[in-house]
């Protein structure tokens, strides 16, 4: 019905940059939040960084002023910009995307795949 397909992951170096994807196809009406979570080895899912329908965003503390999250409604796509990358944000990095659907009325949450992102020191 509804799948996320991310793309962008890959390995860089310290200070580096990275752009990560996520495009939503299926049968919605709307998604409503998109988001950005990451897990390292050891680690819990955490969430990095959120965007509202109207284009609010929320980041986690560890990432403000070096993450972008933006999306492209006309692409129903997510995107995270990643600058000055360190070490420590080395992780696999999941799209989340709460989807709308009416008639009847439904509220789906939905996963990609996930892609890593590998920071090199």
């Known amino acids: 019905q509804v799948q996320l397909v991310e793309a962008g992951g890959g390995l860089v170096q310290a200070g580096g940059s990275l752009r990560l994807s996520c495009a939503a196809s299926?049968?919605?009406?709307?998604?409503?939040?998109m988001s950005w979570y990451r897990q390292a080895p050891g680690k819990q899912r955490e969430l990095v960084a959120a965007?509202?329908?109207?284009?609010?965003?929320n980041y986690a503390e560890s990432v403000k002023g070096r993450f972008t999250i933006s999306r492209d409604n006309a692409k129903n796509t997510a995107y995270l910009q990643m600058n000055s990358l360190k070490p420590e944000d080395t992780a696999t990095y999941y799209c989340?995307?709460?989807?709308?659907?009416?008639?009847?009325?439904?509220?789906?949450?939905?996963w990609g795949q996930g892609t890593l992102v590998t920071v090199s020191s």
């Open positions: 989340n995307a709460a989807v709308i659907t009416l008639a009847p009325l439904r509220y789906l949450e939905r």
């Open positions: 299926g049968r919605f009406d709307s998604i409503n939040g």
């Open positions: 965007i509202s329908s109207a284009g609010s965003t």
